[in-house]
T-cell receptor, first 107, second 113 residues
Framework: GQQVMQIPQYQHVQEGEDFTTYCNSSTTLSNIQWYKQRPGGHPVFLIQLVKSGEVKKQKRLTFQFGEAKKNSSLHITATQTTDVGTYFC???????FGTGTRLQVFP | KAGVTQTPRYLIKTRGQQVTLSCSPI?????VSWYQQTPGQGLQFLFEYFSETQRNKGNFPGRFSGRQFSNSRSEMNVSTLELGDSALYLCASSLGWVDYGYTFGSGTRLTVV
């Protein structure tokens, strides 16, 4: 069935280093949404991508949707301790979410 | 405006019992979706309701059911609880169209003993 895989599952970085998480689908997606869940919290909507090859930025975060609309990436430049959390990608058409990437940032 | 409200926040139940969880969406949001979150499993989709009708359903056994009321509030019921049902249950509301993001509630932490 429909699956969305995220890699890596965990990532530990030193503060100031960059971080990237990848989201891969077995089928074409109409959209990709990204969420952040802080430890002990609930997922919070970050952004939505709908166009093939679309790139969106939010301060230090860069989101990209693949040309084939089967994959997406989230890149954080110069991580900060406030970036700690689990990042999920999801698709509201299929109502599925990726397995998430847990980011730990060491000061 | 008020966010998505889930009650109760925490719940401890015994195997074999049943439980009902409640979700009040953001005012004006007509879609409510339910997810089960367990460590290492991410967010597993349970079902989605839109205007009182179940619009989508995930791959969970029939012990998991839900409903939505005319005011868009939704309830989720789990019957004959099993130890493996212990999880954080999250509900998310949206306007109901695929181009809008979800707003999640804080969740109900269910522990089955």
């Amino acid at each position: 069935g429909q699956q969305v895989m995220q890699i890596p599952q965990y990532q530990h970085v030193q503060e100031g280093e960059d971080f990237t998480t990848y989201c891969n689908s077995s089928t074409t997606l109409s959209n990709i949404q990204w969420y952040k869940q802080r430890p002990g919290g609930h997922p919070v909507f970050l952004i939505q991508l709908v166009k093939s090859g679309e790139v969106k930025k939010q301060k230090r975060l860069t989101f990209q949707f693949g040309e084939a609309k089967k994959n997406s990436s989230l890149h954080i430049t110069a991580t900060q301790t406030t970036d700690v959390g689990t990042y999920f990608c999801g698709n509201t058409d299929k109502l599925i979410f990726g397995t998430g990437t847990r980011l730990q940032v060491f000061p | 405006k008020a966010g998505v409200t889930q009650t109760p926040r925490y719940l401890i139940k015994t195997r074999g019992q049943q439980v009902t969880l409640s979700c009040s969406p953001i005012s004006g949001h007509r879609s409510v979706s339910w997810y089960q979150q367990t460590p290492g499993q991410g967010l597993q989709f349970l079902f989605e309701y839109f205007s009182e009708t179940q619009r989508n359903k995930g791959n969970f056994p029939g012990r998991f059911s839900g409903r939505q009321f005319s005011n868009s509030r939704s309830e989720m019921n789990v019957s004959t609880l099993e130890l493996g049902d212990s999880a954080l249950y999250l509900c998310a509301s949206s306007l109901g169209w695929v181009d809008y993001g979800y707003t999640f509630g804080s969740g109900t932490r269910l522990t089955v003993v």
